[in-house]
T-cell receptor, first 116, second 116 residues
Framework: AQKVTQAQTEISVVEKEDVTLDCVYE???????LFWYKQPPSGELVFLIR??????QNEISGRYSWNFQKSTSSFNFTITASQVVDSAVYFCALSRMETNAGKSTFGDGTTLTVKP | GAGVSQSPRYKVTKRGQDVALRCDPI?????LYWYRQALGQGPEFLTY????????KSGLPNDRFSAERPEGSISTLTIQRTEQRDSAMYRC??????????????FGSGTRLTVV
């Protein structure tokens, strides 16, 4: 069985602070995908990033960066110099990599509030 | 279409009634997924299709829930004899790749189902 744990239920920061959202996962698969999604107050779910289990390089996209560590089964998400528009619920998700393994297991999300 | 379209946006129904939720995926997307999201939780997998074939329905809670995608495009999720515990946001997503989630999901805006 697969499991994703986002231990931080809510985080509140002041604008321009850096913030890291934690994600820990459990799986018996040796190959898998990890994802982050953003759910702003408007309610839609927006895909942010996908990582393969065999690629442990960290990734940076503007103010966003992701740290994948297979040894600790973690896939953490850092927002640098946070902005009010970053306020949202962020979900980490895990999926098998097999051809027909379409479903993802989501964590319960971390609500990030960025105050001006 | 340009995005994943779901209808209705909101549905209020009386307990015991049947409901049908519709999803129109992005044109050309092979895979279509149904998820359910309770308040304060992450999306929970229900079922998914590659083209018209239902690949995995392990997440459907019971036999009151069913889904179809007869022509490999539009999908309908049907809930028979609704119960209050069925109240949730029902989300549809599609992806270009055949189950492999190369590009993550594109989610629709969801249908908020309330059973009274």
């Amino acid at each position: 069985a697969q499991k994703v744990t986002q231990a931080q239920t809510e985080i509140s920061v002041v604008e321009k602070e850096d913030v890291t959202l934690d994600c820990v996962y459990e799986t018996r698969d040796t190959t898998y995908y990890l994802f982050w999604y953003k759910q702003p107050p408007s309610g839609e779910l927006v895909f942010l990033i996908r990582r393969n289990s065999f690629d442990e390089q960290n990734e940076i996209s503007g103010r966003y960066s992701w740290n994948f560590q297979k040894s600790t089964s973690s896939f953490n998400f850092t927002i640098t110099a946070s902005q009010v528009v970053d306020s949202a619920v962020y979900f980490c998700a895990l999926s098998r990599m097999e051809t027909n393994a379409g479903k993802s297991t989501f964590g319960d999300g971390t609500t990030l509030t960025v105050k001006p | 279409g340009a995005g994943v379209s779901q209808s209705p946006r909101y549905k209020v129904t009386k307990r015991g009634q049947d409901v049908a939720l519709r999803c129109d995926p992005i044109s050309g997307h092979v895979s279509l997924y149904w998820y359910r999201q309770a308040l304060g939780q992450g999306p929970e997998f229900l079922t998914y299709f590659n083209y018209e074939a239902q690949q995995d329905k392990s997440g459907l809670p019971n036999d009151r829930f069913s889904a179809e995608r007869p022509e490999g495009s539009i999908s309908t999720l049907t809930i028979q004899r609704t119960e209050q515990r069925d109240s949730a946001m029902y989300r549809c997503a599609s992806s270009l790749a055949k189950g492999a989630l190369d590009y993550g999901y594109t989610f629709g805006s969801g249908t908020r189902l309330t059973v009274v």
